[in-house]
């Protein structure tokens, strides 16, 4: 069973409008979420991160909201562009056993920004 | 350039191969993962090593062996591997195992298993 739901996998939106990416998860304890960005042939970019004790965290063209109580972020971008195009995922840091922390990641939802 | 090396970037094996994967990472980072991504699945956490020690293993068969020699490098070993382990092999690695701090990815190498 998955923790972490990205429910849309593509998404289009015109270049100049506003994208947003979702993202649920299952547990309450998670306390740190992350976005990632990735294109073909590479591997994940780390793009945005919010700690639990937070709702809202903005860096440039790129925000990320968290809701707590509906268990639910979501990235903003503002204004998307042509090369934000790519795969986002979004993952949650999980406390293992011995300690440490791991990512819990989505399945990813593909964005394509058309000019 | 992601500070992150994997090599090689394609690997097609036979099941009775032997083959290794190697990352190494150029940031200064104490903590090294490995992670695989199958198709149409999240990416799935392999092994994690912290200061060289392993802290981490998700169940991961034991035809899949981690070796971490120092901070900067993480190797996996493959031993008489299976078809459905053909995926995406990614390294990461953070300043430390701690949930606020980012890990860095490789671009990965991709295993196909004859």
Redesign the interface.
Known sequence: D?Q?KQNSPSLSVQEGRISILNCDYTNSMF??F?W?KKYP??????LI?I?SIKDKNEDGRFTVFLNKSAKHLSLHIVPSQPGDSAVY?CAA?D??T???????????TRLKVLA | E?G?T?TPRHLVMGMTNKKSLKCEQHLGHN?MYWYKQSA????E?MF?Y?FKEQ??N?SVPSRFSPECPNSSHLFLHLHTLQPEDSALY?C?SSQG????Q???????TRLSIL
């Open positions: 998955q972490v306390d740190y992350l990632y042939a590479e591997g994940p970019t780390f991160s700690s995922f840091s406390k293992t011995s300690g440490t922390y791991k990512y819990i990641f989505g399945t990813g | 992601t992150v994997q903590a149409k699945k999240p990416l956490l994690v912290n802290t981490e998700n990614l990461a195992p701690a949930s606020n980012p890990q860095h990815f490789g671009d990965g």
